[in-house]
């Protein structure tokens, strides 16, 4: 099983910008995709971000759309979400996702979230 460490959260002001890092411990074999989630109190987890393996095709939340970059470093078997124009409302834990196809099935596989916090 592929393990995932996010890192780079933290706190910051309405408007700056921030970039998250989840890193595999193990070459991220058989990925189909990779995304970004965020779970803020009180709410469902939610999608931000993903990008699809093959082809590296992007898909964005509209509350992202414009402002989140994804991006993947394959030789460091990382993903990034550089996040700019950051708003309150991005404040939540972030986590990262490996979603991997075994045997005619789609298997998810998450980091332990790290938490950004935007100020006012």
């Known amino acids: 099983q592929v393990q995932l460490v996010e890192s780079g959260g933290g706190l910051v002001q309405a408007g700056g910008s921030l970039r998250l890092s989840c890193t595999a411990s193990k070459r991220t074999f058989s990925n189909y995709a990779m995304g970004w989630f965020r779970q803020a109190p009180g709410k469902e987890r939610e999608f931000v971000a993903a990008?699809?393996?093959?082809?590296?095709?992007?898909a964005y939340a509209d509350s992202v759309k414009g402002r989140f970059t994804f991006s993947r470093d394959n030789t460091k078997n990382t993903v990034y979400l550089q996040m700019n124009s950051v708003k309150p409302e991005d404040t939540a834990v972030y986590y990262c996702?490996?979603?991997?196809?075994?045997?005619?099935?789609?298997?998810?596989?998450w980091g332990q979230g790290t938490q950004v916090t935007v100020s006012s």
């Open positions: 996702n490996s979603r991997k196809y075994f045997g005619g099935a789609y298997i998810d596989y």
């Open positions: 990008i699809r393996w093959s082809g590296g095709n992007t």
